[in-house]
Structure formats: C-alpha cells, structure tokens
C-alpha cells in the first residue's frame, strides 16, 4: 500500500518570502500522479498543483512550483512572494495510474502560518 | 472541472441517531470518494462508490455504519448510523479521474458534531 509523509506539521513564513513545504511518498508503482492540495479554514479543499510521474518537468502553477524528485519519492511544494490567503493546511496526496484504483492517499498535513 | 454541491453544511446530531449527507454533481462522473476527517487530522478514505454497484470500504469501515447510496451517475448520499461522539468529524465527498483531467474535486463538507 502507499504511504505519503508529511514531516513537518507546521511551518510558518514572512509575508512576501518564499517557503517550502515537504511530502515523501512510499510506492512500487512506477507511474502515478501526485498533488498538493490547499484547506483553508472554510475547510473546502483546493487543487493548488498536479504532477504526472512519468513528466520530468516539475509542474508550476503562478506562484506554486514543485521539486519531484522521482528516484527519491519526494516532491516538495514552493509557494514564493507568500501572502496572507496562502495560510491553510496543506496536504500531499498520492494516486495511482492504475485503472480503477483511483483513490487519494494523503498525507498528514502542514499548517502554513504567514506571519504579516 | 465539476461542481459538487454537498449537504447538509454541519449538523449537531444525539447519540444514537443517524445523518444522511448528500452530494450532488453537476456531470456525471463513475466514482465518488467519501472521506472523513476527524479533528485537526487529514483526510481517510472511507468508500468509493460506483454507480450500479456495491460501494467499496476501506478497511476499518463498515456498511452497516456508513451505509452509501448511488442511485445514478451525478448523485450519492453517505449514512452515519448509530452515531457516537466518536463520529463527529467532517466528511467530505469527491470526484476525481478523467472527468476533472485526473485532478478531483471536493465538496464543501459536512461538519458533524455528535452530543
């Protein structure tokens, strides 16, 4: 079964300064999707960026980027000139590529302070 | 990418009782997801629902506890049976897979408290 890690519950950054949030993952699957995923306290949860396993490139969305580095089952979340709505729970999400095993696996979560 | 509209929002129940919360799609779509997520902790997976046929549970969850309900390809409803203190959590639906380009969407959630 895959396993996604997030290792630090809380993390806090300067308004405006760039801050990096971890996620490793445990599979044997060579191909799968990966995703950050944003909640804020209206506890809706938002798609911030996806990322394809067989696509080298890391995926980027605006001011959200992604480190995957695939041989080391790590795939980071960079969230640069944070601001004030950045504040949330984010949580790392795993899904296979298999048809009809297309769950999400998530991560326990990392609290994102921005201090203003 | 879809649009789930879930019900009730949040709903303060007695021990004992049951809440059925519902999800509606607005395009069709094969599974839904039912999650909950218990106070400050992520998100487990409790079943995923297919149209036509039985829900599939993830292990520590039952049927006779979390009955679901798939009627049609836009439409599921999640049962709390029983409920105790322990219960109390959000539950929130989902779709996800070629519908939304492999990305999944969420409802907003049910807050459930049980007193």
């Known amino acids: 079964a895959q396993t996604v890690t997030q290792s630090q519950p809380e993390m806090s950054v300067q308004e405006a300064e760039t801050v990096t949030l971890s996620c490793t993952y445990d599979t044997s699957e060579s191909d799968y999707y990966l995703f950050w995923y944003k909640q804020p306290p209206s506890r809706q949860m938002i798609l911030v960026i996806r990322?394809?396993?067989?696509?080298?490139q890391n995926a980027t969305e605006n001011r959200f980027s992604v480190n995957f580095q695939k041989a080391a089952k790590s795939f980071s979340l960079k969230i640069s000139d944070s601001q004030l709505g950045d504040a949330a729970m984010y949580f790392c999400a795993y899904r296979s590529a298999n048809f009809g095993n297309e769950k999400l696996t998530f991560g326990t979560g990392t609290r994102l302070t921005i201090i203003p | 990418s879809a649009v789930i509209s879930q019900k009730p929002s949040r709903d303060i129940c007695q021990r004992g009782t049951s809440l059925t919360i519902q999800c509606q799609v607005d395009?069709?779509?094969?599974?839904m997801f039912w999650y909950r997520q218990q106070p400050g902790q992520s998100l487990t997976l409790i079943a995923t629902?297919?149209?036509?046929?039985?829900?599939?549970?993830e292990s520590g969850f039952v049927i006779d506890k979390f009955p679901i309900s798939r009627p049609n390809l836009t439409f599921s409803t999640l049962t709390v049976s029983n409920m105790s203190p322990e219960d109390s959590s959000i539950y929130l639906c989902s779709v996800g897979g070629t519908v939304t380009n492999y990305g999944y969407t969420f409802g907003s959630g049910t807050r459930l408290t049980v007193v």
């Open positions: 629902a297919n149209q036509g046929s039985e829900a599939t549970y």
């Open positions: 990322q394809e396993a067989y696509k080298q």
């Open positions: 395009s069709q779509v094969t599974m």
